[in-house]
């Protein structure tokens, strides 16, 4: 796991600093907050034989990018989400996240032993003349 997170930092830091093309300085007013990128991952195990991963990309609140399970390939939701990779890259890129989530559904499998247990969730709903609401009121 630690060579795939390796292997994926080498690919991030990879081409030339934008910090060069700045102007000398704090590079955010006082007032705002650093931009973050954030990569988001949901996986399902409904059962013994089925899982499911889900991903997603954000920069800041704005999601950029996707994860098509089905086809194992990024989605760009935006029209600059591929920056500046080659081809190449994309499809090394894309067989990383491919590698990443086989695997990690396959070592869950390997342990799922350990920590097998039930969730039961409520969510409380509340009906009114208005509508319906699955908060309580005031939440």
């Known amino acids: 796991m630690l ?10 830091q990879r081409g030339a600093s934008l910090e060069a ?12 907050e650093p931009l973050s990128f954030r990569v988001l ?6 059962n013994s034989s089925w899982a499911s991963s889900q991903g997603s990309g954000w920069l800041g609140e704005l999601q950029t990018h996707g994860w098509d399970n089905a086809l194992g390939t990024i989605s760009f939701l935006q029209p600059w989400s591929r920056g500046n ?44 003349p208005e509508g319906s609401s699955l908060l309580p009121k005031g939440l």
């Open 85 to 128: 990779f080659s081809a190449e890259e994309l499809r090394n890129l894309q067989n990383l996240f491919r590698l990443y989530f086989h695997g990690f559904i396959i070592e869950v499998r390997a342990f799922e032993h350990q920590f097998q247990f039930e969730c039961e969730f409520l969510v409380p709903c509340r009906y009114s």
């Open 41 to 46: 991952q949901t996986s399902s195990f409904a």
């Open 21 to 32: 093309s700045q102007v000398p300085g704090h590079p955010h007013p006082a007032t705002e």
């Open 3 to 12: 060579l795939l997170l390796l292997l994926f930092e080498g690919l991030v």
